[in-house]
């Protein structure tokens, strides 16, 4: 069965061997890219049309988290002896109160440590107080900030004006599938972050 399948069936353990066997001659950001985001939203269109369920869309994600640890480990041993020892700036990343979608959070993460920079990654659900804490706290020049959901689009705006508030130099980008540029500005964003290589371009930016 192709990963694409395994994805949108929610077979975790054969998703994580196929992923294993295709990193052999296939680019991880065309595994990425073009067949686990493709097959969850294939997975996303059955569920919102009632033609699966949550417990099937929770599979899904759990494969597409297996595929992703081979990922990482595979750009870990590929770009092990290339790693800088000093890093290139801390940034913090989380996925917005009552969000708990960290899919694409987790993507980000593993492409900008990828490119040197050092992660403070809060997780999911993050209430806005514990954002604003950890920044003040480690004097962050850069904060991520993901949301999924119409929902909590509005959380996200609360954490990015509570942390100009404190911090007004701290950058602040913002991506998830229910953003635009458009709506990232309206909110406060300073940056949109349309998928992981464009906020490893913002970073380059900033730090
Ligand atoms: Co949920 N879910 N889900 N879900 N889920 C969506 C988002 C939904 C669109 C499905 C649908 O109905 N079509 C819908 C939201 C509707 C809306 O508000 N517009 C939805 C819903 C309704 C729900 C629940 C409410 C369902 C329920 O309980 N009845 C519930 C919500 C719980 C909550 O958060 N409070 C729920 C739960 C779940 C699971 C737990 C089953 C699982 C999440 C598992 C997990 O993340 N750990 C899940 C999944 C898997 C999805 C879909 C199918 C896939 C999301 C995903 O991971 N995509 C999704 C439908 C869809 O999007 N097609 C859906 C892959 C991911 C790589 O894409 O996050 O967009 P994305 O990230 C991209 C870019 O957007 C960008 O880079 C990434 C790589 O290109 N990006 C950033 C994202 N964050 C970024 C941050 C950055 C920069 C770039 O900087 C900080």
Known sequence: MSLFDLVEKGIKDEAKSKTVEML???DENYILDEIL???LDVVG???EKGEIFLPQMIQSAEAVKASLTVIKE???SKNGDKKEDVSKGKIILATVEGDIHDIGKNIVKIMLENYGYEIIDLGRDVPVDKVVEKAVEENIKLVGLSALMTTTVKSMEETIKALKEKMPNVK????GAVL???YASEIGADFYAKDAKSAVEIAKIIL
């Not at 602040?172 to 991506?175: E, K, P, S, T, W």
């Open 24 to 26: 052999n001659d296939t």
């Open 172 to 175: 602040i980008f913002v991506g």
């Open 74 to 76: 595979n750009l870990i």
């Open 37 to 39: 985001i493709p097959a």
């Open 45 to 47: 269109k059955k569920f």
């Open 180 to 182: 635009t540029e458009d």
